[in-house]
């Protein structure tokens, strides 16, 4: 299964075989155009009732959807001490450290980097990874395919933390579990799948 974020609405790409809610649906032999063909269902679709696209093979609908997207490749992560987990809020909406991966980086490597350049903090240690997310946007008019690794860090340091502004962080918190609701209600779905994987640690 794949779940793609399409200006901040999901669809998830299923086995016919393997479908059985009750989601809104659509057979991708009927995808001649995408997204075209199917906007009007895409924006009704809600993370809670995604839009299914049904198909025989999962990977090979997925490369065909987005075949003419350029694939932008990214990793982030939820940084764990006593005092909570690492949030920030970049450009008025909460979110969680992130960033494009640089040429020859790994994913956790660039992780890491991330979380020490967007929130000022070192010697995080790598626990486990998280969840994998898309999201699509458009760049200088063409569409981008954003595939972000996420994992888990640990860390019992104490040092100040500092947010890098000029990529548009504001601020840079410690959040205890209990104040997820608050970030749910002012971030993007991807982010709240992110959440949802970190929940259940």
């Given at each position: ?11 998830v ?13 659509v ?21 809670e ?39 920030i ?10 960033g494009k ?33 898309y ?10 395919l954003?595939?972000t ?15 890098q ?7 840079v918190?410690?959040?205890t ?25």
């Amino acid at each position: 299964m794949y779940k793609v974020f399409i200006d901040h609405k999901p669809i998830v790409i299923l086995n016919k075989t393997n479908f059985s809610t009750n989601y809104s649906f659509v057979e991708s032999k009927d995808i001649k155009v995408f997204p075209d063909d199917i906007l009007e269902k895409i924006n009704i679709a809600s993370i809670e009732e995604p839009l299914a696209v049904l198909t025989d093979d999962v990977d090979e609908e997925f490369a065909r959807l987005f075949k003419s997207y350029e694939l932008v490749k990214a990793a982030g992560g939820v940084v764990q001490s006593d005092d909570g987990f690492l949030v920030i809020e970049r450009n008025g909406f909460w979110d969680i450290p992130k960033g494009k991966m640089e040429k020859g980086e790994l994913p956790e490597e660039s992780a890491y980097r991330e979380i020490e350049e967007e929130c000022g903090i070192s010697g995080h240690e790598l626990d486990q990874l998280l969840t994998i997310t898309y999201h699509t946007y458009e760049y200088k008019g063409n569409p981008v395919l954003k595939k972000t690794y996420w994992y888990h860090f640990l860390y019992n340091g104490s040092e100040k933390l500092e947010p890098q502004v000029e990529e548009g962080i504001t601020k840079v918190e410690w959040f205890t579990k209990d104040r997820i609701p608050q970030i749910r209600s002012n971030t993007f779905g991807s982010i709240n799948d992110v959440l949802d994987a970190y929940s259940l640690l």
